[in-house]
Nanobody, 122 residues
């Protein structure tokens, strides 16, 4: 069974940094594409960062490019989202997701975590 569990959310000051973790089980990293998404109140879900370890493909939304990055620790089966220079507009529930296809993770991933709240105080 594929499971993704996010952690690391919380309250952070404007301009600060936060690292989110996504602990995964039930699949091998190399076989899946991992993505981080977010949804702010009253807004549609937004694709933030995606990464395919199979071919190294990456995606960064314009709104986070240069500030957010994705990494992984195979030994811990964990994917991280490093967020720097945070703004109030980054406040949202952040989700990690996985799919076996790049087209899947960029549209409607098969697997989702439960989400973790990030609040940036202005």
């Amino acid at each position: 069974e594929v499971q993704l569990v996010e952690s690391g959310g919380g309250l952070v000051q404007n301009g600060g940094s936060q690292t989110l973790s996504c602990s995964v089980s039930g699949f091998t990293f190399d076989d899946y594409v991992i993505g981080w998404f977010r949804q702010a109140p009253g807004k549609e879900r937004e694709r933030v960062v995606c990464f395919s370890s199979g071919d190294g493909s990456t995606f960064h939304a314009d709104s986070v490019r240069g500030r957010f990055s994705i990494s992984r620790d195979n030994a811990k089966n964990t994917v991280y989202l490093q967020m720097n220079s945070l703004k109030a507009s980054d406040t949202a529930i952040y989700y990690c997701a996985a799919d076996q296809r790049w087209s899947g993770v960029t549209s409607a991933p098969d697997y989702w975590g439960q989400g973790t709240q990030v609040t940036v105080s202005s």
